[in-house]
């Protein structure tokens, strides 16, 4: 499918993703301990059971448990009888293994517990299945006349340095309402799906409210209602606007008038604005309430392209932070574009206002720049189809290129400088990853298997184009947890991605 950009996304510590916007908030996931601390690695020994050792391989807590992840701050999450618990880096547990599923957030130098566990709601009688095993000819085993399981799940979240839970409640089997994707922080506040909460001096409690999120400037957008209104970190309330969620915004686009939806369908696809207005009848996208919309907006640059298409065909506007600028995307005669509209409604062609631009997808699959405007086609192998670019986190002229070859659909990949015009691994790869956390290191394949068990995965360092480990890794994920799949058996440990180290207990000497 053709791609047709003009603009994308202002490279600041702001990220612009295709189908919604992270700004001033983080993003939890669980991490590695700070590199100025020792980390502590998860060591399996021959009995299967696994302890923690240091980098050195010295064993700092002894082997106990069924499985154990790598520490996020000072507490990691440990297996024991097909249930999970936490402990501290001096081994004591702090929350006992009686949870289904555990995940660990770091807020800073402080740790939330997401806990889930099921249970049996027998109480809830309109939910009980009848006549489960009836049969006319009385063979079924099951007599009963009711089927009384209602499996439900219990979420907890809990501050693990008092161990105090701020959050318990039930949902059905399935539901994930407390994901750490769906909670962001800044500074020492939490926003934990539209509520806020304040970590001090170790405790933590819930300020009243329900919040939309954090805006570009690190304040936050309160709800009242039905509408909106700004407040700082402290819940105080900056400045006299109220905003309320349009159902219609009205534009004049050339000499056209044109109605655009909040929320709309075109072709077949739910398409949403996070348009905002104030008292003013200013129009705004969210989180950016700084800059306003304009409904006014000119003729296109070109005779070829109507602004008015632009405008009734976008699947999505972004303002774009730090500028004056807002970014539209739209498909028009099939044509996938990214056109980029000044807060003044005139439209932008000066390329280099926009040479920094990225504009990737969820999965973070680059849509702009192209193959051709990064000057790769040229040097791309013979009859080769690129499927996926991504941007890495080490460099940003760097971008790993995926592809299959026509011919045979071999899989291909390698990493490219845009900057430079050459390739910093070349396309001779099976597939790369980056491992997250771990600065120029990334897992490859030569050769990329279908069949999962047939997999082999090693380490290069990109940088300096060093293989660490040999691929021999069935599994390695980006955190360094190795498998290998031999003889209808799996075998897991740990890996330094450093050093290629092994975290087990073994004969070979290049090996703990």
């Known amino acids: 499918m053709h791609l047709s950009v003009h603009i994308l996304y202002n490279r600041k510590p702001i990220v612009i993703i295709s189908l919604f916007l992270i700004f001033m908030s983080q993003t939890f996931r669980a991490i590695a301990q700070d590199s100025s601390e020792e980390i502590l690695y ?4 021959k009995s299967g059971l696994i302890g923690y050792s240091d980098q050195k391989g010295q ?33 004591v547990i702090i929350i006992g293994c009686k949870y289904d599923e555990v995940q660990l957030a770091a807020v800073g130098n402080e740790t939330l517990a997401i806990t889930r566990k099921k249970y049996n709601a027998w109480w809830r009688i309109n939910q009980w299945k009848l006549f489960p095993g009836f049969s006319i000819m009385g063979g079924a085993r099951d007599k009963r006349f009711f089927d009384t399981e209602v499996q439900r799940m219990k979420w907890e979240i809990t501050l693990l340095n008092n161990k105090q839970t ?7 089997n399935g539901a994930y309402p407390y994901e750490t994707s769906n909670i962001r922080h800044f500074k020492n506040k939490v926003l934990i799906n539209d509520h806020l909460y304040q970590i001090d001096k ?42 309320n969620i349009p159902r219609v915004v009205n534009l004049k686009v050339g000499e056209e008038l044109k109605e655009l939806n909040t929320v709309s369908r075109i072709s077949g696809i739910e398409v949403k604005f996070n348009f905002m207005e104030d008292q003013q009848a200013h129009i705004y996208i969210y989180p950016d309430l700084k800059k306003i919309f304009p409904l006014q907006i000119s003729k296109y640059l070109d005779d070829n392209t109507n602004a008015s298409e632009i405008i009734g065909n976008a699947k999505m506007i972004w303002s774009v932070p730090e500028t004056d600028y807002f970014l539209i995307y739209s498909i028009i005669h099939l044509q996938n574009g990214f ?25 973070g699959n680059l849509m702009y720049p192209t193959v051709h405007d990064l000057g790769m086609d040229p040097l791309l192998p013979q009859n080769f189809l690129v499927k996926r670019i991504e941007q890495t986190r080490d460099h940003k002229h760097w971008f790993a290129v995926s ?34 956390g771990y600065p120029y290191i990334w897992k490859f394949e030569f050769e990329s298997q279908s069949d999962y068990k047939k997999k082999k995965y090693g380490l290069i360092d990109i940088k300096t184009g060093k293989i660490i480990i040999d691929p021999i890794y069935t599994t390695l994920t980006a955190d360094g947890k190795a498998g290998i799949y031999n003889a209808d058996k799996w075998e897991w440990f740990y890996i330094n991605p450093i050093t290629g180290k092994e975290y087990r207990e073994c004969d070979s000497k290049n090996q703990y």
């Open 403 to 436: 592809g299959t070859t026509k011919s045979d659909s071999s899989s291909l990949s390698g990493i490219f400088d845009s900057a430079g015009k050459k390739w910093i691994l070349p396309m001779r790869y099976g597939s790369l990853e980056q491992m997250k």
């Open 202 to 243: 170790r405790n933590i409690k819930h300020l009243s409210g329900l919040f939309k999120g954090f805006l570009i400037d690190s304040t936050l957008l309160r709800q009242q209602g039905d509408s909106y209104q700004i407040v700082d970190l402290d819940v105080k309330r900056q400045g006299e606007a109220i905003f």
């Open 42 to 45: 998860p060591w399996k020994s």
């Open 339 to 363: 056109y980029l509209l000044h807060k003044n409604g005139f439209w932008e062609s000066d390329r280099t206002k926009t040479k920094d631009f990225v504009v990737t997808s969820n999965s």
């Open 166 to 172: 701020f959050v318990s409640t039930d949902h059905r």
């Open 59 to 91: 064993l700092k807590i002894q082997p106990q448990f069924k499985d154990a992840s790598l520490f996020t701050n000072e507490f990691a999450i440990i297996e024991k009888d097909g249930h999970k618990g936490i402990i501290n880096k001096e081994g």
